[in-house]
Every structure is written in structure tokens, then in C-alpha cells.
């Protein structure tokens, strides 16, 4: 070999070498998987780990066991499209326009959605280059700029809104409709992407298809760190299950589909298992807002919570939550406050990933309290009602200037001046108002009020965007 001839082997050799070890993510290197599966309606007492005494739930109560459960876990908002919004972008929807008092969730006639200028999850994990999926009910703008694919996601496979919403009105009254439910009353589109692919949606099989879909995707992305969005549509009305689940609950109709639900979730955990992946994936369980006890046995139980969907009271807004990730979470229940707001957060601090920095951000990073090195940092919740600030909690301490059921036949909210206190400590069912005798945490609420009003920036409304005939 002549020396040039060397040289240049020498050389193509060392090239080779480095470039093979820097293109080599080693499993320590390798960012974790994130999976969030986020149920629709379902109630802080609606699992068996949660005290449901008939609803059987093993998967999520097995999950619960080698992970850990939130007992003080909040949605950013009461109803789908604000909380879905705060889950995805870190933020109170009132800071993205996501929130509004006159339609409180986007409609199949709705030309608004999540702006463009906002930064989900997704994207902001594509800067380390995660494979993206939407599987389930997104809900944040269903025209081709607002869905999942242009929001980070390389992939949708679910229903763009509600599953109650398209009601075919000559079928009968929406109450009715929902409460003896039929695929054909609801002419809900199921999307693959930007594309409708079945209208109705079959609503009998759709819990397993997602799972099906969510199963299929962890196992494409296996070798690839991965981002699974897996928003059920169930338990929200009209409820619907696969055949294999009907009259196995002591329950009734309602505890069938959660039973379903609880199977999909079994499904995910043990494809996570059977790849390999359990000790690289953090997996998140919670629901998107409370029970809609407008619909009695159809719709959940918020257990010793008081209320439900629609209101800022606990029952509305704290979600039974479960977080996964064998092997490196501190196994236990966890009585410290968090939020889906802290997702967007957490997820940027356990990737790597740079978290918006230009904007204010509403989560914290509940890392810490996660591989058991430190506390929640979490220490306050704002709870809005649609665009009105209600509530704030500090610590134990919740101080109400507003109150307002979710049940119907309140019109306007009730004004409270002093506002209303509870210790949910020692009172989580919201039962004894102690303000007289704390004037100095009143104080206190109202500063934080202030405080967190005074953040707030004047923003284009989404959800009143609508088609005028
Ligand atoms: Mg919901």
C-alpha cells in the first residue's frame, strides 16, 4: 500500500469510527417514551384504585400499584376543549383564547381552534426528533389548520370533537339520543389524518380500535423515542362499547365502558412490556374533567368530591391520576398537588427538549416528585370557569369568589364578597366554609387572584368563532 493509499485508509477508517459512535444513541442516551392517556368525563371515583366499590379496574389499578397516584392531580380547565388545550400547550386556555363563557367548547360549526402560534407537546418534542401520534378525540379545531398533524403530531386517527356532537336531530331529543344511544343518531367522523374515513363512526368499536391503533404504533416507533397522545373518547355520552364488554359490570352500562377502558389500558402497558419499553416509557392516566352527572347512571361518579363537569368545584377539576414508568419512579401515592398543565414542562425536562421560553408557562416540572428526588413544586391551582377566575387553591387552603353548579337550573354564578374558604385537607368535600375565621389567608387568596389576573393578555377568542348563515 503506498502511503497516500494508507493515509486515506487511516483517515476513511477514523471518519467511520466517529461517525458510527456519534450516529449510535446508546439506551442511557436515549430520551424516554412519553404516553399520555387522557379519558373524556370519567370521575375521580370512578376506579376501583380510586374506591369505586363495583367498577372493576385491575390494569389501572395494577399501574397504580407499581407507579404512582395523584391524589391531588388538576385539569387546567372543567370542559373538553379548554382542558385539552391546557394539556398540550402547558398553558391556562384563557392565555391561547381556548377558553370562552358564551360557547364553552368548540362545535362541529366552529371555525376557530388551537392558534397556530402555540406549541404542543408534539412540537416541541419533534426538536429531538420523537415520532408523534393522535389517537382518540382531539377537540382542539377540526378544519385542516387547527387538527393534529399541524400541531406537531405525524399522525391522527380519531374524532375531531365530541362524540354527542353532530346529533341527528330527527332521530329525537339530544337527552333522549344520548341516553338510549345508536351509532347512526350521532354522525360523528372518524379522520385518519386530514381525511374522513368513516361517517358515523362506528362508537360501538372505538375504544378498541384506538387501543388497536395506540398498539400498532408503539410497536412501528419501538427503536425510536416516541410521543403517544391516546385521548379516549369514552366515557363521554352517548356511551358505546365493543359486545365482549356488555353486562360485565355490577355497575351497569357505565361501568361496561370503563372496564373497556381499563382493558386498552392493559393493552398498552403490556405492548410497552413485550418491546421492551417499560423501563423507557413514562406513562400518564387521567381524564380530561369530571363526571357529567347531568346524565344520572349514565354519566360518572366525582366519589367525595363535591360536583362535577362544568364547575370549579373539586369534583369538576381534580382527575384521578396515575403515573408509570417501571423501574425509576418512586412507587407510592402521592398527596402533592400537580396538573396536566405540568406535562408540557416535565416532559421537556426528562427529553431534553428546550420548553417555550417567549411565552408564560402555566406547569411546573414535577420531575422531582416523580423519581421520588424532591417535592411537587406545585404549589397553587387557578381555577376558571370558562374565562372567569372562581377559585384559588394555596396549599390545603381553596378560596372561592365564585361559585356556580354544574347542575342545570343556575344561571349566574353566585358572587362571594368575603369569599368562601375551605381546608381541602381536612374537608375535601368542600362542606365548611372557615373563612371568618382565616381573614389572614383571604388576604393572601386575593393577592395570588390578583397576581394571576393581572398576567393575563387580552387574545382573539377561538371557540366563538362559528359559520353565520
Ligand atoms: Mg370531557
Not at 361517517?199 to 384506538?210: E, G, L, V, W
Request: with cysteine.
Amino acid at each position: 500500500m503506498t502511503p497516500a493509499r494508507f493515509f486515506t485508509a487511516i483517515t476513511a477508517t477514523f471518519f467511520l469510527c466517529v461517525f458510527t459512535f456519534a450516529g449510535r444513541v446508546s439506551a442511557e442516551d436515549r430520551p424516554p417514551n412519553f404516553v399520555v392517556i387522557f379519558a373524556d368525563d370519567l370521575g375521580y371515583g370512578d376506579l376501583s384504585c380510586f374506591g369505586h366499590p363495583t367498577i372493576r379496574t385491575p390494569n389501572l389499578d395494577r399501574m397504580a400499584a407499581e407507579g404512582q397516584k395523584w391524589t391531588n392531580f388538576y385539569v387546567a380547565a372543567c370542559v373538553c376543549t379548554p382542558s385539552r388545550a391546557g394539556l398540550l400547550t402547558g398553558r391556562y386556555p384563557v392565555r391561547n383564547g381556548m377558553a370562552s363563557d358564551k360557547k364553552r367548547v368548540l362545535f362541529p360549526e366552529s371555525t376557530g381552534g388551537l392558534p397556530q402560534s402555540e406549541i404542543t407537546i408534539a412540537r416541541m418534542l419533534k426538536q429531538k426528533d420523537y415520532a408523534t401520534a393522535a389517537v382518540g378525540k382531539w377537540h382542539l379545531g377540526h378544519l385542516p389548520e387547527f387538527l393534529p398533524t399541524s400541531h406537531g403530531f405525524d399522525s391522527f386517527f380519531g374524532i375531531p370533537y365530541s362524540n354527542d356532537m353532530d346529533r341527528v336531530a330527527s332521530k329525537g331529543k339530544h337527552r333522549d339520543l344520548i341516553l338510549n344511544p345508536k351509532v347512526e343518531y350521532f354522525n360523528v367522523p372518524l379522520m385518519r389524518n386530514e381525511e374522513i374515513v368513516e361517517r358515523p363512526a362506528d362508537q360501538t368499536t372505538i375504544t378498541r380500535r384506538y387501543t388497536e391503533e395506540a398498539v400498532s404504533f408503539i410497536k412501528k416507533e419501538k427503536d425510536h423515542p416516541f410521543f403517544l397522545y391516546l385521548a379516549h373518547s369514552m366515557p363521554h355520552v352517548p356511551l358505546f362499547r365493543s359486545p365482549e364488554f356488555e353486562g360485565v359490570s355490577d355497575r351497569g352500562f357505565y361501568g361496561d365502558v370503563i372496564e373497556e377502558v381499563d382493558w386498552s389500558v392493559g393493552q398498552v402497558l403490556n405492548a410497552l412490556r413485550k418491546e421492551g419499553l417499560a423501563e423507557n416509557t413514562l406513562v400518564v392516566f387521567t381524564s380530561d374533567n369530571g363526571p357529567w352527572l347531568l346524565f344520572d347512571q349514565q354519566g360518572g361518579s366525582a366519589g367525595l368530591l363535591r360536583d362535577g363537569k362544568g364547575s370549579a368545584w373539586e369534583g369538576g377539576m381534580r382527575e384521578p391520576t396515575i403515573f408509570w414508568w417501571p423501574g425509576k419512579l418512586k412507587q407510592g401515592p402521592v398527596h402533592d398537588m400537580g396538573s396536566t398543565l405540568d406535562l408540557l414542562p416535565t416532559f421537556a425536562a426528562l427529553s431534553g427538549a428546550q420548553k417555550p421560553e417567549d411565552r408564560v408557562l402555566d406547569g411546573y416540572d414535577i420531575s422531582p416528585a416523580l423519581l421520588g428526588t424532591g417535592p411537587s413544586p406545585r404549589q397553587e391551582m387557578y381555577y376558571h370557569q370558562d374565562v372567569e377566575l372562581y377559585a384559588v387553591r394555596s396549599g390545603w387552603y381553596k378560596c372561592y369568589f365564585k361559585t356556580m353548579t354544574s347542575y342545570i337550573g343556575q344561571k349566574e354564578p353566585d358572587v362571594h364578597d368575603p369569599p368562601l374558604l375551605f381546608d381541602l385537607g381536612s374537608d375535601p368535600s368542600e362542606k365548611y366554609d372557615i373563612a371568618a375565621e382565616h381573614p389572614d389567608i383571604i388576604a393572601k387568596m386575593r393577592e395570588l387572584a390578583k397576581k394571576h389576573l393581572d398576567s393575563l393578555k387580552p387574545v382573539e377568542n377561538q371557540l366563538e368563532k362559528h359559520v353565520t348563515n
